[in-house]
């Protein structure tokens, strides 16, 4: 008597046998414990036979070739009970406790194997009624079931037990409170469809769904494995494609073939394919471990980032007052206020003034840094002439420059227009950190402020005839700490001059760049909108209104 199976039905068993491969797959990949892997796809192994001896005892045409799938599937049935039992108590990290409990649960368990499998005392035969698989039980059936029903009890029991306990973590908890779902969906299912079904109302074409709900169980189990975050769904996805392709050649070589002939041959192609479906799953995870590794240090990259950051914003803040201190003192060491000076001691503290007012601008920029960057900084923008400005810059440079012997200038444009809406102290700052930088870094010739009109903007230049940049170099030069190679450890500086003058810049509507040649010297330019005289913020017009 063949049965007609559904082909849902069908279809129902071979997406459980995929799935499952995929599930070992996905679990063997992740780092968690052995014990835990190991007892998982003993797991998902048993609940393989279980599901596919039932489905093949109604798929046979031998009763008696039937009678024995039937009681293999059965057989197994407690003992995977059994160890899903042990698999919690592992999982919870509790096993040490009940040692003994979980050997004579195994002693149970491996005994029943042997009882069902082997005599009549559990299954005495099966029949059909029409397509339906009817089961006649022995004696030992209420043992059977007793068996299932105590350690699914025991499962829940335990579940709650350590859902409750203070000394479990919170995560633990979250994984645990996941098993209870997949354990209350198992028994819901089970006890519909196994034994009321069958046992009590004589129902048994929804047999094997009781069956199949077991899937569900294990694809909780490995997402409560896994929870962390979630499957990874290029793992999950290629274990499944590779499984689904793998079992549809081999259920098509052992099912569906003509003869042994044609058989061998499918199987072949089966045997050729494994190998190369497993080296792509390995290469797929290598992949993801390689990415996780790789997110693990950018995440560390980016913590120790920010130490640094803090670090130098609190270095410099504790920098600053001292610094403000000598700048002070020696100014009015220079205005004479503690006496008439020799001119070699004028010398010596102009000297000093250009030094202190160096380490000013430093300790300003590595400050601003992280105020511009996480959005603290405060602007205070009105309209303002730039070349008051730049006039002011060039007035506090004079001296270093004439120290240096350069030759130094500030030319401004006839009739331009260059009243724009900025922070005037911040604009200081930019400039400052290009004729900062010219003075810095030019040995001889001269260097020149241009204010210049372009189109409805007012364009800085400031112009030297230093060492200049290679192209190669320029493009990175505004970047966060870059220094040109020749610069490093000759001179002080931080490299974060022009990466904040470039931020500045941005802020105010303007563009920033530099010309220049290796050899040649460097033209470093900024260009700022033009305002009208009266112009109002939009902002500010609100507050005011
Ligand atoms: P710092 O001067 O503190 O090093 P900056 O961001 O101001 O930082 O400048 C970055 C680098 O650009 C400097 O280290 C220097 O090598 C180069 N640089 C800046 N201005 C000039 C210039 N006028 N001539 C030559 N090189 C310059």
């Given at each position: 008597?063949?049965?007609?199976?559904?082909?849902?039905?069908?279809?129902?068993?071979?997406?459980?046998?995929?799935?499952?491969?995929?599930?070992?797959?996905?679990?063997?990949?992740?780092?968690?414990?052995?014990?835990?892997?190991?007892?998982?796809?003993?797991?998902?192994?048993?609940?393989?036979?279980?599901?596919?001896?039932?489905?093949?005892?109604?798929?046979?045409?031998?009763?008696?070739?039937?009678?024995?799938?039937?009681?293999?599937?059965?057989?197994?049935?407690?003992?995977?009970?059994?160890?899903?039992?042990?698999?919690?108590?592992?999982?919870?990290?509790?096993?040490?406790?009940?040692?003994?409990?979980?050997?004579?649960?195994?002693?149970?368990?491996?005994?029943?194997?042997?009882?069902?499998?082997?005599?009549?005392?559990?299954?005495?035969?099966?029949?059909?009624?029409?397509?339906?698989?009817?089961?006649?039980?022995?004696?030992?059936?209420?043992?059977?079931?007793?068996?299932?029903?105590?350690?699914?009890?025991?499962?829940?029991?335990?579940?709650?037990?350590?859902?409750?306990?203070?000394?479990?973590?919170?995560?633990?908890?979250?994984?645990?409170?996941?098993?209870?779902?997949?354990?209350?969906?198992?028994?819901?299912?089970?006890?519909?469809?196994?034994?009321?079904?069958?046992?009590?109302?004589?129902?048994?074409?929804?047999?094997?769904?009781?069956?199949?709900?077991?899937?569900?169980?294990?694809?909780?189990?490995?997402?409560?494995?896994?929870?962390?975050?979630?499957?990874?769904?290029?793992?999950?996805?290629?274990?499944?494609?590779?499984?689904?392709?793998?079992?549809?050649?081999?259920?098509?070589?052992?099912?569906?073939?003509?003869?042994?002939?044609?058989?061998?041959?499918?199987?072949?192609?089966?045997?050729?394919?494994?190998?190369?479906?497993?080296?792509?799953?390995?290469?797929?995870?290598?992949?993801?471990?390689?990415?996780?590794?790789?997110?693990?240090?950018?995440?560390?990259?980016?913590?120790?980032?920010?130490?640094?950051?803090?670090?130098?914003?609190?270095?410099?803040?504790?920098?600053?007052?001292?610094?403000?201190?000598?700048?002070?003192?020696?100014?009015?060491?220079?205005?004479?206020?503690?006496?008439?000076?020799?001119?070699?001691?004028?010398?010596?503290?102009?000297?000093?003034?250009?030094?202190?007012?160096?380490?000013?601008?430093?300790?300003?920029?590595?400050?601003?840094?992280?105020?511009?960057?996480?959005?603290?900084?405060?602007?205070?923008?009105?309209?303002?002439?730039?070349?008051?400005?730049?006039?002011?810059?060039?007035?506090?440079?004079?001296?270093?420059?004439?120290?240096?012997?350069?030759?130094?200038?500030?030319?401004?444009?006839?009739?331009?227009?260059?009243?724009?809406?900025?922070?005037?102290?911040?604009?200081?700052?930019?400039?400052?950190?290009?004729?900062?930088?010219?003075?810095?870094?030019?040995?001889?010739?001269?260097?020149?402020?241009?204010?210049?009109?372009?189109?409805?903007?007012?364009?800085?230049?400031?112009?030297d005839t230093g060492p200049g940049i290679s192209k190669a170099e320029q493009k990175k030069l505004f970047q966060k700490?870059?220094?040109?190679?020749?610069?490093?450890?000759?001179t002080i500086g931080t490299g974060l001059g022009l990466y904040i003058s470039r931020l500045l810049i941005h802020k105010?509507?303007?563009?920033?760049?530099?010309?220049?040649?290796?050899?040649?010297?460097?033209?470093?330019?900024?260009?700022?909108?033009?305002?009208?005289?009266?112009?109002?913020?939009?902002?500010?017009?609100?507050?005011?209104?």
């Amino acid at each position: 008597m063949i049965v007609q199976f559904t082909l849902l039905s069908k279809l129902i068993v071979f997406l459980i046998n995929v799935t499952g491969i995929a599930l070992i797959i996905t679990i063997l990949a992740e780092n968690v414990r052995p014990i835990i892997k190991k007892l998982f796809i003993v797991m998902v192994v048993l609940m393989f036979l279980w599901v596919n001896m039932a489905f093949l005892a109604r798929i046979v045409e031998e009763t008696e070739i039937g009678l024995i799938f039937i009681r293999v599937a059965w057989s197994i049935t407690p003992l995977l009970f059994v160890l899903i039992y042990t698999f919690i108590v592992y999982f919870i990290g509790v096993a040490h406790k009940y040692r003994h409990f979980t050997i004579f649960s195994f002693i149970v368990g491996i005994l029943f194997v042997f009882v069902t499998a082997l005599s009549t005392l559990v299954i005495r035969n099966i029949g059909f009624v029409g397509d339906v698989l009817v089961i006649e039980y022995g004696i030992l059936v209420w043992l059977f079931f007793g068996i299932v029903t105590f350690y699914t009890l025991v499962n829940f029991y335990f579940l709650i037990k350590y859902c409750r306990d203070k000394s479990i973590s919170k995560n633990t908890k979250k994984k645990i409170r996941t098993l209870l779902i997949g354990l209350s969906i198992l028994f819901v299912a089970n006890a519909i469809f196994n034994i009321s079904g069958p046992v009590f109302f004589n129902i048994f074409h929804l047999y094997e769904f009781g069956d199949y709900s077991t899937i569900v169980f294990m694809i909780i189990i490995a997402y409560a494995i896994v929870q962390r975050n979630f499957f990874d769904i290029k793992v999950v996805g290629t274990s499944f494609l590779v499984s689904f392709l793998g079992i549809f050649l081999l259920a098509d070589a052992l099912f569906f073939s003509r003869d042994t002939q044609q058989s061998i041959g499918k199987l072949l192609v089966f045997v050729i394919y494994a190998p190369f479906g497993l080296m792509l799953i390995r290469s797929v995870i290598r992949e993801i471990k390689q990415k996780e590794r790789l997110q693990e240090l950018t995440s560390r990259l980016k913590e120790i980032d920010k130490q640094k950051d803090e670090f130098i914003s609190m270095a410099a803040h504790e920098l600053r007052a001292p610094m403000t201190a000598i700048k002070g003192y020696v100014s009015m060491l220079m205005d004479g206020d503690a006496g008439e000076l020799s001119d070699t001691a004028q010398d010596y503290l102009t000297d000093a003034q250009s030094v202190t007012e160096r380490l000013i601008r430093l300790v300003n920029n590595m400050l601003n840094v992280g105020r511009i960057e996480e959005g603290r900084m405060i602007f205070h923008e009105e309209v303002v002439k730039v070349s008051d400005i730049v006039h002011q810059v060039f007035v506090s440079f004079k001296f270093e420059a004439q120290r240096k012997k350069l030759e130094f200038g500030m030319n401004v444009e006839d009739g331009v227009k260059e009243t724009s809406y900025v922070d005037s102290d911040r604009l200081t700052e930019v400039i400052g950190n290009f004729v900062s930088n010219a003075v810095k870094y030019t040995e001889k010739g001269r260097i020149d402020i241009n204010v210049k009109q372009k189109g409805r903007r007012v364009l800085v230049e400031v112009v030297d005839t230093g060492p200049g940049i290679s192209k190669a170099e320029q493009k990175k030069l505004f970047q966060k700490f870059y220094r040109v190679e020749s610069a490093v450890g000759k001179t002080i500086g931080t490299g974060l001059g022009l990466y904040i003058s470039r931020l500045l810049i941005h802020k105010f509507g303007g563009e920033i760049g530099l010309d220049s040649e290796s050899g040649k010297g460097s033209n470093f330019w900024f260009d700022l909108p033009v305002v009208d005289e009266d112009y109002k913020s939009p902002r500010k017009v609100e507050e005011t209104a």
